[in-house]
Nanobody, 124 residues
């Protein structure tokens, strides 16, 4: 599966952005999907994930209550709605896909499918 993110940009603190990740191929519904982020000089960290059915979602503690992950199986797209953005949310955001699902404890090297990343900047 190939993944293409969009929707990043610069937004003031307290603002909102919605990231999109379009997946190619007919097997999108077989993949658990997720979002990770990587700030300069830091590791790539789990942000959120959603199961193949869309019935369950998981979030990092730092974004709970502010970010919402969703997927539209009809158009092979996963979204990350980000509200109440903070300067510490500044990072490159990566879409991820894995046949076995993605969870907060999933090792990055086990993910297998990554998008190219989209920059989100929240000035302090």
């Amino acid at each position: 599966v190939q993944l293409v993110e969009s929707g990043g940009g610069l937004v003031q603190a307290g603002g909102s952005l919605r990231l999109s990740c379009a997946a190619s191929g007919r097997t999108f519904n077989s993949y658990g999907m997720g979002w990770y982020r990587q700030a300069p000089g830091k590791e790539r960290d789990f942000v959120a994930s959603i199961t193949r059915s869309g019935g369950s979602t998981y979030y990092a503690d730092s974004v709970k209550g502010r970010f919402t992950i969703s997927r539209d199986r009809a158009v092979n797209t996963v979204y990350l709605q980000m509200n109440s953005l903070k300067p510490e949310d500044t990072a490159v955001y990566y879409c991820a896909a894995r046949l076995g699902g993605i969870y907060s404890y999933t090792l990055k090297e086990d993910v297998g499918n990554w998008g190219q990343g989209t920059q989100v900047t929240v000035p302090s």
